[in-house]
């Protein structure tokens, strides 16, 4: 069995350049409000995650160890990952935004054997006792309450001498990270060693990373891929659950004072950036790249984030999920050049060709668990179906969630196939057209509706900011709903007028001429993580209540 641990990258890096940059904080403003940051070097941050293994080991966190990590981004989230990668341990990482209920279920799940966390962590980790009776070992970072533990500052008393990182192999299980149950129950990822591995690579060789690189990734868990890329990682001011509500001021601040070369940006906060650089003519010479991910990325949205960035620098929008990420991706002048077209009649999101080294196919939809593979479950050119994918990224199963196993893996001889849950097609160039949630088809009497597809024509009307279809009572027999949440210069028009307009629309495409109900929503529910994808789950409820209200196509001025 091949042995390997992800730190060795980091180790390699603090080998070939040791005193570039690796991680950058701010660290606050002077009397002139300038701002000031404080930084380690790769072989800083090499050393610390050295002296942080030790000590983690000292108190009982080592090989194999499942530690839940409730740290904020910064300097200590990246020297405490990389430790717990040393010493063989598994962090443990959920989405704090998904509710307390939610989040503590989910980390109960994993019987934590150890628990890192700022001060306000470890009160939860309190007022929960029964949920952590597996922690036997604590760490602070900050100061220390009466929840027992150590500190962080403790562990980094200890005399640096070199870590021998863990003896793991690139099958052994490196950490679990959740889902965020935005469409369904959260589930807790395996992530391996070779997993990392993988994904870093594919990310290198797909976008080029250079030697010279440094990112503003204003998503936490894919700031930890820069040090293993070699890339300085400059830490956004900004709430992590909250990227849509991010500061643009205070992001443009660190792209030009840092000279930042690759931004990652969930449409939610693409949107905002892109209209404050464009009211205030900036341009950010220094971007090589812009990737935006975790949501649909309209191309309208891409469109208005160009101006911002220098002739030729492109905006990537890769394909994927916390099981399976990257496996696609397609850049700004292949959308704006050829595809947006066919997505605006309706015919998906082209997320470009499966990158190198995963085989993507199409499948028949069905809800239910699939046993084995056969190529005869991959549907016709073109025929809208399941996207399943193979390849060393993709994870092999959650943790002791057998069921939800049962559910979205095939077994292919000794390999597997994933079933993303997503619905889209392939086209004969080999590219694959995104349509939608597998969960959130409507099928009615007339036949299977498509998120994507459907709501692209209603997205055309002027005064509309986005749409979202959703299904009204038992599958096969479901009423279908267009649910509006309209741009803010559109929120004097004639509701009346304006369910016209869209049924206009509906009747004049064949795809959507069975739909007939429209409700005007004022702000549409999202997904804590990138907050962009929308909760259709909530939105039926929500439209269902409206229609035994007896509210349907013409709606009063305010839509709640």
Known sequence: ?????????????????????????????????????????????????????????????????????????????????????????????????????????????????????IPLAHVLRLLCPGRFRSVKSA??????????????????????????????????????????????????????????????????????????????????????????????????????????RANPERLIEAIVNQGVTNLFASPALLRPLGAYGRERGIRLPSLRRVVSAGAPVPPELIEGFLPLLTEGT??????????????????????LGETRRFSDQGYGLCVGHALEG?????????????????????????????IVVRGDLVTGGYFEQPEADRLTKIADGKRFWHRMGDLGWMDKKGRIWFCGRKSQRVTTPRGTLYTIPCEAVFNRHAAVRRT?????????????????????????????????ELTALAAANEMTREIETFLVHPEFPVDIRHNDKIHREKLALWAASRIRQGRGRSEPPHGK
């Open 1 to 117: 069995m091949t042995r390997f641990n992800i730190a060795a990258l980091l180790r390699q890096q603090a080998k070939d350049h040791p005193y570039k940059r690796a991680v950058v904080c701010t660290a606050g403003r002077d009397a002139g409000g300038r701002i000031a940051y404080a930084h380690l070097t790769f072989r800083q941050l090499d050393k610390q995650s050295d002296q942080l293994a030790h000590g983690l080991e000292q108190v009982g966190i080592g090989r194999g160890t499942r530690t839940i990590l409730m740290v904020r981004p910064g300097i200590a989230f990246f020297t405490l990952t990389f430790a717990l990668f040393k010493a063989g341990a598994i962090p443990v990482v959920v989405d704090p935004g998904m509710g307390l209920g939610r989040m503590v279920r989910c980390l109960e799940s994993t019987h934590p054997q150890a628990f890192i966390g």
């Open 139 to 244: 760490v602070t970072v900050g100061w220390q309450g009466p929840w027992g533990g150590t500190t962080l500052r403790r562990l980094m008393r200890h005399p640096w001498s070199p870590y021998s990182p863990a003896d793991t192999s690139r099958d052994e299980m490196a950490a679990i990270l959740f889902t965020t149950g935005s469409t369904g129950p959260a589930r807790g990822a395996i992530y391996t060693h070779g997993t990392f591995d993988a994904q870093i690579r594919t990310i290198q060789r797909q976008f080029d990373i250079g030697a010279d690189e440094i990112d503003l990734p204003t998503f936490p868990l894919f700031a930890l891929f820069d040090p293993a890329l070699g890339m300085t990682a400059i830490i956004p001011q900004m709430d992590p659950t909250r990227p849509a």
């Open 358 to 386: 995963l085989d993507v196919r199409i499948i028949g939809i069905s809800d239910a668990p699939i046993e084995t593979w056969s190529d005869a479950l991959i549907v016709s050119e073109g025929e809208i179906g399941e």
């Open 468 to 500: 979202a279809l959703v299904g009204l009572g038992e599958p096969v027999h479901q009423q279908a709903v267009i649910c509006v949440e309209l741009k803010s210069e559109g929120a004097g028009i004639d509701r009346r007028q304006l369910a016209a």
């Open 314 to 335: 492109e905006i990537h929008t890769p394909y994927g999920a916390t099981e399976a990420v990257p496996i696609a991706s397609i850049g700004s002048r292949e959308i």
